[in-house]
């Protein structure tokens, strides 16, 4: 199957099983939003807490925090984001429709890393290079990919929603220092959301102006930041496995030294093969001291660490594994999904792992008109969901249905209630994957499905 | 002690201990942003989830959501924020500070219930009210609230940050009803961030311009309004006693026919008092089909309910309890802190449930510099730290200054490990509230904890 097709049925099957709809849908949507409907909302809060858990709980040198989307705009000012933040565009001199250069060139078959906006503007000019409407092209020019919006009454007063969570835990790294006097190596652990006013979102999930971030800033002794730099390449990895990534389709790319930031000695992108190409996922960058001390500079407080045990006093350097969560969910989609045939028949399902499965089981009473099945099937239902609370319920239609309409959203098992369960307690339960099917005690029901 | 004094007291422990930063702290602040440090960000998050289990997981007539902060900007003119989502604002004409109109002759002894533009203005002028700054005033005109921005890279598109996460909700029903076919009544509940540009932000996490909420949007058949009211209003209650809000500082009010919206024929404000006075926590409002109506005429897509089993179609009446995250965090604070004397000193301690609690046990050896007891307290930090999760080592200073802090955040129980440990696995657990010790094996300490 073409991969613009599989694209298309992983879309299609979002939103028809209410994982993903266009943001303000029936207003014919908003460019670059989406809203994660029932099914959505479980999957992607079962990759955040997994997140959350993995990269800060279950560690003692992780801080959490939730800070503002809105900031004091010196804060961008910093950070270089006021000045530097913005993506090359071109118009249409005709219907004065905007569209990112470098997308442009690339898909006209120009190589475009490191070009600068005059080198752009030579190759559209000299290879005649039109809008996608087949009009002319304007010069490229800079376009701040902030979101503007004034804050309080007074006029004049510009602030930005943040376009990184990243600057929220540099603000408050010594915040955190006061707090809690952790220390080095730690870190500072966020998920939150970041908007980006891209000229041309695209691709789903990947190219948006709303979306979510999961991102640890990492502080070290200058002399230690290669340990902490591989320590969290392997968390990195460990992780996308754990979620249902598959990691086939996963791939480091070393950012050569021309084109990392000048402050960074070493940069990783993690990048996947999504159906529309090979292309970021997650990043990890080596940051040096660039940040904190920016924000010195900037704020006038002093964020050097004092290491109480050595005496010595320095701008700690940091470490960076920034995720995104709406890719890690379409990643997690796309790795998932599966067209096989089982029994004769054509069937779509996500091979979801049980970890982030939205639904871990569904129970089914055989029949739905059979008060005894009902009874017996409620009381199954409510055990099950009382330990593993995504439960579903479903007694409509006949089992084979049931069974492909918990397919198609990777629910890992289905419980079957018949007249048999009224006899010996003993229930069916079916396996997603194989389609295969045992007969399991009552009793036994929840260390199997916990055990398997 | 005086009430402002009860409000610093709270502000500066929240700060210190990494509950609660101001946003943007290091830049002097970003008026109406707070940062939530390590442990607040626990606590809010415990706060959360509870509410997502209680009002969405664990009931089957509910859906969960997560629309997008931005949306179409037709959405809010059909619900009508465009038009008249405002604050009534003056000016001080000497320094050009803006204030709220209502809030300066509230605070000057008015009452203003009800008071448009022109009245406030007269009550101005013809009692000389001046600003806090001690200079005349404009006359009182209208600020719309939402923050607007540009979307796009083509001039002129504006959007707003939602003010609400209701709407998200309404935009999404037809969604959620073409995904999941459910019978009325049924709701859909979302955790969101919302923005309101307040023109005097007051009184620390209370009146803020960047919040969250926890909506439910609760769609019946008109008929059965009533009875669907109280049961929120009940579920309300429930939850409110079960996260550590003072019920006794909880009161019902019924809004009169006055002061409601014309389409709502019932609204109970909960209201709270807090240390700067009883004002609003919660709501719970019956909105009967105004908003699903608005947007059917906003949209031109239908978006009444067809009842399969009557035949009947008709646009769904909704309930609607909302309840502000912030608020509930402030509220559980000023509910749980207490001052008392133990042991002849005077101590400030979080009465905090063990569920909202971001620490639930801490773990102490007695001395820092015995391997034994190291060795050990890991060994019972580890087993504790994987059933709860949220465990604190803390083997810095004297055992008493160890209890104060634990008591300063709420930790329920603090558990030693001494020399008496390493010769019969029995530890000291010592309860926050009472400060009592107890001796009890390590063997049956998850099972005490969890019991008590």
Same mark, same amino acid.
């Given at each position: 199957?073409?991969?613009?097709?599989?694209?298309?049925?992983?879309?299609?099957?979002?939103?028809?099983?209410?994982?993903?709809?266009?943001?303000?849908?029936?207003?014919?949507?908003?460019?670059?939003?989406?809203?994660?409907?029932?099914?959505?909302?479980?999957?992607?809060?079962?990759?955040?807490?997994?997140?959350?858990?993995?990269?800060?709980?279950?560690?003692?040198?992780?801080?959490?925090?939730?800070?503002?989307?809105?900031?004091?705009?010196?804060?961008?000012?910093?950070?270089?984001?006021?000045?530097?933040?913005?993506?090359?565009?071109?118009?249409?001199?005709?219907?004065?429709?905007?569209?990112?250069?470098?997308?442009?060139?690339?898909? !006209? /078959?120009?190589?475009?890393?490191? *070009? %600068?906006?005059?080198?752009?503007? $030579? @190759?559209?000019?000299?290879?005649?290079?039109?809008?996608?409407?087949?009009?002319?092209?304007?010069?490229?020019?800079?376009?701040?990919?902030?979101?503007?919006?004034?804050?309080?009454?007074?006029?004049?007063?510009?602030?930005?929603?943040?376009?990184?969570?990243?600057?929220?835990?540099?603000?408050?790294?010594?915040?955190?220092?006061?707090?809690?006097?952790?220390?080095?190596?730690?870190?500072?652990?966020?998920?939150?959301?970041?908007?980006?006013?891209?000229?041309?979102?695209?691709?789903?999930?990947?190219?948006?102006?709303?979306?979510?971030?999961?991102?640890?800033?990492?502080?070290?002794?200058?002399?230690?930041?290669?340990?902490?730099?591989?320590?969290?390449?392997?968390?990195?990895?460990?992780? !996308? /496995?754990?979620?249902?990534?598959? *990691? %086939?389709?996963?791939?480091?790319? $070393? @950012?050569?030294?021309?084109?990392?930031?000048?402050?960074?000695?070493?940069?990783?992108?993690?990048?996947?093969?999504?159906?529309?190409?090979?292309?970021?996922?997650?990043?990890?960058?080596?940051?040096?001291?660039?940040?904190?001390?920016?924000?010195?500079?900037?704020?006038?407080?002093?964020?050097?660490?004092?290491?109480?045990?050595?005496?010595?006093?320095?701008?700690?350097?940091?470490?960076?594994?920034?995720?995104?969560?709406?890719?890690?969910?379409?990643?997690?989609?796309?790795?998932?999904?599966?067209?096989?045939?089982?029994?004769?028949?054509?069937?779509?399902?996500?091979?979801?792992?049980?970890?982030?499965?939205?639904?871990?089981?569904?129970?089914?009473?055989?029949?739905?008109?059979?008060?005894?099945?009902?009874?017996?099937?409620?009381?199954?239902?409510?055990?099950?969901?009382?330990?593993?609370?995504?439960?579903?319920?479903?007694?409509?239609?006949?089992?084979?249905?049931?069974?492909?309409?918990?397919?198609?959203?990777?629910?890992?098992?289905?419980?079957?209630?018949?007249?048999?369960?009224?006899?010996?307690?003993?229930?069916?339960?079916?396996?997603?994957?194989?389609?295969?099917?045992?007969?399991?005690?009552?009793?036994?029901?929840?260390?199997?499905?916990?055990?398997?």
């Amino acid at each position: 199957m073409a991969n613009s097709e599989i694209m298309k049925d992983i879309v299609s099957l979002a939103k028809r099983r209410g994982f993903i709809y266009q943001g303000s849908d029936i207003y014919q949507g908003l460019a670059g939003t989406y809203d994660y409907g029932p099914l959505g909302v479980l999957l992607k809060n079962n990759i955040k807490n997994s997140w959350w858990q993995d990269f800060v709980t279950d560690r003692e040198d992780m801080y959490g925090l939730d800070a503002s989307i809105l900031m004091n705009a010196k804060v961008w000012q910093s950070s270089g984001h006021v000045a530097g933040f913005s993506d090359p565009l071109v118009e249409d001199l005709k219907t004065k429709k905007r569209f990112r250069a470098d997308h442009l060139l690339e898909e !006209a /078959g120009f190589p475009v890393e490191g *070009l %600068n906006l005059t080198q752009m503007t $030579e @190759i559209i000019q000299s290879n005649n290079i039109k809008s996608p409407d087949g009009n002319p092209l304007s010069e490229a020019r800079q376009f701040n990919m902030m979101f503007e919006t004034a804050v309080g009454a007074v006029d004049g007063d510009i602030s930005y929603l943040r376009p990184e969570t990243a600057q929220g835990i540099f603000v408050n790294f010594k915040n955190v220092v006061d707090s809690f006097h952790p220390k080095l190596p730690f870190g500072i652990g966020q998920i939150g959301k970041a908007f980006r006013n891209e000229i041309t979102p695209r691709d789903f999930l990947f190219r948006v102006r709303e979306f979510e971030q999961m991102e640890v800033e990492y502080f070290v002794h200058p002399d230690s930041w290669q340990i902490n730099f591989t320590m969290w390449q392997e968390v990195i990895k460990v992780w !996308a /496995g754990k979620i249902g990534i598959d *990691l %086939n389709k996963l791939s480091e790319l $070393e @950012i050569g030294e021309e084109d990392r930031a000048h402050y960074s000695q070493r940069t990783i992108d993690f990048q996947f093969e999504y159906p529309f190409g090979v292309k970021e996922l997650f990043g990890l960058a080596y940051r040096g001291n660039y940040d904190l001390t920016k924000h010195t500079e900037g704020s006038g407080v002093d964020l050097a660490y004092l290491d109480q045990e050595t005496g010595e006093k320095f701008i700690p350097h940091v470490i960076e594994p920034s995720l995104g969560v709406d890719r890690a969910v379409l990643s997690v989609l796309v790795s998932s999904y599966r067209e096989d045939d089982l029994g004769g028949d054509k069937r779509v399902y996500l091979d979801l792992p049980f970890l982030v499965a939205p639904i871990k089981v569904a129970v089914f009473p055989l029949l739905k008109n059979k008060p005894q099945l009902i009874e017996k099937g409620r009381q199954v239902f409510s055990d099950l969901k009382s330990e593993l609370s995504f439960v579903m319920w479903d007694d409509n239609g006949n089992i084979g249905k049931r069974y492909r309409r918990q397919d198609e959203i990777g629910t890992p098992y289905c419980v079957t209630i018949d007249f048999d369960t009224l006899e010996d307690n003993t229930v069916t339960v079916r396996q997603r994957n194989t389609g295969e099917q045992k007969r399991i005690a009552i009793s036994e029901l929840l260390s199997y499905i916990k055990n398997n």
